[in-house]
């Protein structure tokens, strides 16, 4: 398409990823079931794997498209603000059935678990140790964020690097520290409705922790080879809202489950 249009719209040119897409997505089911059934995961990294090249080579396209070919306008721009703030709440819901189910099952526990919560035989974690220590580092991720952004706003190349640095490292260790405490757990995904809906709430939580990581990852070697400006950079301002989003879903996470549960 030429790049010389008299409107400040986007017209996408012809792309092979949504059917490379939606072809990964069908391996991917298929994949799952015959794993499910078979205990064959086979299928299933093929179906990942193609989903995994399609998101890269996707977003490299986006990003060429914003970053060189300047056909990111400010219009263009807002419909992404917007896209993203809809994805967003739409993660709220998300997480909203989770608390929902955990809530329904510790307000009015049933005599199935004793009638107690946390039910007999389970010896939830002690708030006060590794939880703790996560929330820490979580809450310190969501300074360091605010001053990679603050840099990037007064074109302070250094400061902005070392915020967004230091981000992804505090980002990694709290996955770590969290697969380190799913490994000593007492209690396991399938010990009554208490592990079902501890794992499920924070598993999920840590895996938007390593998908928030990895997009600030990207940013981060995006700002190393120059991509992003005091006044455009909305890349890294849609993972910054990510990973605030990410730790105020932590913080619910820790007060309810973690701290108020046990």
Not at 42 to 52: D, N, P
Not at 65 to 91: A, C, P
Not at 186 to 208: E, Q
Request: hydrophobic share 50%.
């Amino acid at each position: 398409m030429t790049s010389h249009a008299n409107h400040p719209f986007h017209l996408v040119d012809q792309s092979p990823w949504p059917l490379t897409g939606a072809i990964g997505a069908m391996v991917t089911m298929m994949g799952m079931i015959k794993w499910f059934h078979q205990y064959n995961q086979e299928l299933l990294m093929i179906g990942m794997i193609i989903m995994i090249l399609t998101m890269i080579q996707w977003w490299r396209d986006i990003v060429r498209e914003g970053t060189y070919q300047g056909l990111h306008t400010k219009m263009v721009t807002k419909g992404l603000r917007w896209g993203m703030i809809l994805f967003i709440i739409s993660e709220v819901f998300f997480f909203i059935s989770f608390f929902w189910a955990f809530f329904h099952s510790s307000l009015s526990p049933t005599i199935d678990i004793g009638s107690l919560w946390p039910p007999m035989g389970i010896y939830p974690f002690n708030p006060l140790q590794i939880p703790l220590l996560n929330t820490a580092i979580l809450l310190s991720s969501g300074v360091t964020v605010t001053w990679a952004h603050h840099g990037l706003l007064e074109n302070n190349y250094n400061q902005a690097l070392q915020g967004l640095f230091f981000t992804v490292m505090l980002g990694i260790y709290f996955t770590a520290l969290q697969a380190y405490e799913y490994m000593e757990a007492p209690f396991t995904i399938a010990d009554s409705v208490y592990g079902s809906t501890f794992f499920i709430a924070t598993g999920f939580h840590g895996l938007h922790v390593i998908i928030g990581t990895t997009f600030l990852l990207t940013c981060l070697l995006r700002h190393l080879t120059l991509h992003f400006s005091s006044n455009h950079h909305f890349g890294f301002e849609a993972a910054a809202w990510y990973w605030h989003f990410v730790d105020v879903v932590w913080l619910f996470l820790y007060i309810s489950i973690y701290w108020w549960g046990s």
